[in-house]
């Protein structure tokens, strides 16, 4: 079992930077795409970015390309979103996410575990 807890959510002005922590604990050697989804109120989860474990590809939602970046640190299990130029469209509730197979990064009912979310509102 793998078990996700994100942290780094918050308040910011337009503008502003968050960095947003997920630390997956657990069977984390056999999962090979970690993400990033988010769901602003009244609308769908979407993928905002996620990360092949094992070669590295990125992979990011075109509104979000250029002003976010994933990454992650193996050593600490821990999965990055650093959002930049934050706009009010985006504030919404941010899960990551992991996926045991290759999965269509965007594809939200192709990964097998979730973190409860954190909330980041951007004003």
């Known amino acids: 079992h793998v078990q996700l807890v994100e942290s780094g959510g918050g308040s910011v002005q337009a503008g502003g930077s968050l960095k947003l922590s997920c630390v997956i604990s657990?069977?984390?050697?056999?999962?090979?795409?970690w993400g990033w989804f988010r769901q602003a109120p009244g609308k769908a989860r979407e993928g905002v970015a996620a990360i092949d474990t094992g070669d590295g590809s990125t992979y990011y939602l075109n509104s979000v390309e250029g002003r976010f970046t994933i990454s992650h640190d193996n050593a600490k299990n821990t999965l990055y979103l650093q959002m930049n130029s934050l706009t009010p469209e985006d504030t919404a509730m941010y899960y990551c996410?992991?996926?045991?197979?290759?999965?269509?990064?965007?594809?939200?009912?192709?990964?097998?575990?979730w973190g409860q979310g954190t909330q980041v509102t951007v004003s």
């Open positions: 996410a992991a996926a045991l197979a290759q999965a269509t990064w965007y594809r939200q009912d192709e990964y097998n575990y």
């Open positions: 657990g069977n984390t050697y056999n999962t090979n795409i």
